[in-house]
Antibody, heavy 119, light 109 residues
Framework: EVQLVQSGAEVKKPGESLRISCKGS????????ISWVRQMPGKGLEWMGR????????NYSPSFQGHVTISADKSISTAYLQWSSLKASDTAMYYC????????????WGQGTMVTVSS | SYELTQPPSVSVSPGQTARITCSGD??????AYWYQQKPGQAPVLVIY???ERPSGIPERFSGSSSGTTVTLTISGVQAEDEADYYC????????????FGGGTKLTVL
């Protein structure tokens, strides 16, 4: 079964760092891009950026460039999203999703990781 | 920055046809994709490349494109179709940034 499995919910304080993960299975991990998508409580989907796991090339939305870092370890079929200093406004559900190189269609999504930032 | 515009809400009775639009200047040059999201669940791709339907998606879901507007049509709406629907595309400036529309809440009366 093709799937993306994300790490569990996190509760952090402002200023703390965090890395969440997304592990792919059932397909060739390096043949698909992995994107990260934010959904703030009660709001819509926002594309944050993506990575090509084959060479770790990244492409960020201007809205998120410099605020987060996307990385991948192809040896363990895992992509990451990390923050160096969280803010309360980072509280959201974060999804990873895969897309083929030839299309922007997100055909497989992770189950989501809820990140709560509160003092 | 590039934007895709959707109506906030659409309401239909069971068995009727629901049409959800998405407008954007780059849509004549870029494919559109549609996702269904039910409460507490991850989004699901229901239409890709404007009008293609992934396997496992019911035939009542269809997509079309005309100029700067793409449309998701759900024929014979069922109660289970009540959800948020998002369009997605990319800008045409060469940056390949992915953009989502603001989402449309489909209510089945």
């Amino acid at each position: 079964e093709v799937q993306l499995v994300q790490s569990g919910a996190e509760v952090k304080k402002p200023g703390e760092s965090l890395r969440i993960s997304c592990k792919g299975s059932g397909y060739s991990f390096t043949s698909y891009w992995i994107s990260w998508v934010r959904q703030m409580p009660g709001k819509g989907l926002e594309w944050m950026g993506r990575i090509d796991p084959s060479d770790s090339y990244t492409n960020y939305s201007p809205s998120f460039q410099g605020h987060v870092t996307i990385s991948a370890d192809k040896s363990i079929s895992t992509a990451y999203l990390q923050w160096s200093s969280l803010k309360a406004s980072d509280t959201a559900m974060y999804y990873c999703a895969r897309s083929a190189v030839t299309t922007d269609a997100f055909d497989i999504w992770g189950q989501g990781t809820m990140v709560t930032v509160s003092s | 920055s590039y934007e895709l515009t959707q109506p906030p809400s659409v309401s239909v009775s069971p068995g009727q046809t629901a049409r959800i639009t998405c407008s954007g200047d780059a849509l004549p040059k870029q494919y559109a994709y549609w996702y269904q999201q039910k409460p507490g669940q991850a989004p699901v791709l229901v239409i890709y490349k404007d009008s293609e339907r992934p396997s496992g998606i019911p035939e009542r879901f269809s997509g079309s494109s005309s100029g700067t507007t793409v449309t998701l049509t759900i024929s014979g709406v069922q109660a289970e179709d009540e959800a948020d629907y998002y369009c997605q595309s990319a800008d045409s400036s060469g940056t390949s940034y992915v953009v989502f529309g603001g989402g449309t809440k489909l209510t089945v009366l």
